[in-house]
Nanobody
Framework: QVQLVESGGGLVQAGGSLRLSCAAS????????LAWFRQAPGKERDVVAT????????YYADSVKGRFTCSRDNAKNTLYLQMDNLEPEDTAVYYC??????????????WGQGTQVTVSS
């Protein structure tokens, strides 16, 4: 069993930065692939980034490649998403997830409750 709690969302101007965190409980945290998803109003929930249990293998959606960085600290049971050069199109609710698979093949087993990110133009 893994419980996930996101934080760090908010309102930022275009070109700004935010850092999302996802705190996890559960002794098996380090064995899961982790992911960030986002869902904009009226749209499907899409994968943004995934990171393997060791942190050595990452995947990014084309829309965020070069602007977002996903990392994890297994000692702190925490997943991060550093978001730089934010665009209004990044506005969405961001969710962290624990599961298996890479990129679009990621299969979530556990979800966080989500954190709102709003980018103003």
């Amino acid at each position: 069993q893994v419980q996930l709690v996101e934080s760090g969302g908010g309102l930022v101007q275009a070109g700004g930065s935010l850092r999302l965190s996802c705190a996890a409980s559960g002794r098996t945290f380090s064995t899961y692939t982790l992911a960030w998803f986002r869902q904009a109003p009226g749209k499907e929930r899409d994968v943004v980034a995934t990171i393997a249990w060791s942190g050595s293998r990452t995947y990014y959606a084309d829309s965020v490649k070069g602007r977002f960085t996903c990392s994890r600290d297994n000692a702190k049971n925490t997943l991060y998403l550093q978001m730089d050069n934010l665009e209004p199109e990044d506005t969405a609710v961001y969710y962290c997830a624990a599961g298996s698979g890479v990129g679009p093949s990621f299969l979530p087993g556990y979800w966080g409750q989500g954190t709102q990110v709003t980018v103003s133009s």
